[in-house]
Structures are given as C-alpha cells and as structure tokens.
C-alpha cells in the first residue's frame, strides 16, 4: 500500500480546484456569448413592423445624409417621432426602454448597445461615434463612459478581429 505524501494531495486537489474554476468560467461566458449571438439575430427585429418599417424606409435619405446629432439629424428624427418612440421602447438595448434608462440596462444590453452606436456611425462617411452627445444625453457615470470608449476603441482596433 502507498501513501500519497501530503504536498502531492493539495497540489492534486489545487489543479482540480483550477481545472473546476476555468470550466465555471467558461459556461458564465458561453452563456454570455449565447446571449450576444441571440441579440444579433434579434437585433432591431422591430424595424420589420408595420410600426416602423415605412417610417424609417421613407426618411433613409435624410438619415444616410445626416451626422448624428445634427440638426439635419434631429430633423429626420422629428419627421419619425412615433416610429423612434416604438423602437426604443421595444428594444432593450436602448436605454429608453428601462424606466430607470441605462442604470436599468445588463452589461449584455450595454454590449449591444454600444455595437449598435459603432455600426450606426458606419452609415455616413466620415462620421464618429458621438460618445460625448451619449453621455450626456443618457447621465452616463464617468467610469461607465470610460468603460464604453475602452470598448469603442478595442473593436475599432484590428487586434479585435483577433
């Protein structure tokens, strides 16, 4: 009969310790990559209704011409006013659908959220993500808003099609 020795216990009894932490880990974030990818799908899905589709469709001219925030923006944005207040307050990655607004968002909503501000700023040459009209216009925190330009600037970066 061997006796194990006492120090290859706990080191066997740590390496499953590590090997049942890295498994926890990857289910947190395989659920969390899962609720992206259904997010992705999902993403804007209201736009196909009757709500909203022929709204935004007739203003795409005036949209795809305007920078966001200007006043040829807010102007598009006026023209739609219904269709907008239905988008927003169907779709949770917006924060006018919480009523407490983005202090009632998840860091999955966030996620989307600032994808979506990225992909929207895509649509007119030359423009920017406009994190500064965000901040004010949801009351972002300071930390939260350095979280999201972190985040901005990671998927800008080709190290994020890593």
């Not at 202090?103 to 996620?111: A, E, K, P």
């Not at 030359?126 to 216009?137: A, F, M, N, T």
């Not at 972002?140 to 800008?156: G, K, Y």
């Amino acid at each position: 009969m061997t006796t194990r020795h006492p120090k290859q216990s706990l080191h066997a009894k740590y390496m499953w310790n590590i090997l049942d932490h890295k498994r926890l880990v990857a289910k947190h974030v395989q659920r969390v990559a899962n609720a992206l990818f259904g997010r992705a799908v999902v993403h804007d899905y209201s736009k196909f209704g009757p709500e909203e589709f022929d709204a935004y469709a007739g203003n795409l001219p005036y949209f795809e011409a305007a920078k966001y925030g200007s006043e040829e923006y807010k102007a598009a944005c006026e023209r739609i006013r219904p269709a907008m207040q239905h988008h927003v307050t169907s779709n949770r990655h917006h924060p006018e659908y919480f009523p407490d607004g983005i202090n009632g968002m998840n860091l999955i909503d966030l996620v989307e959220m600032v994808c979506d501000w990225l992909a929207a700023s895509q649509r007119v040459p030359g423009d920017s993500v406009h994190l500064d009209i965000q901040q004010k216009r949801f009351g972002i925190d300071p930390q939260l808003m350095r979280i999201i330009e972190n985040t901005v600037a990671f998927l800008q970066s080709p190290q994020s099609e890593e």
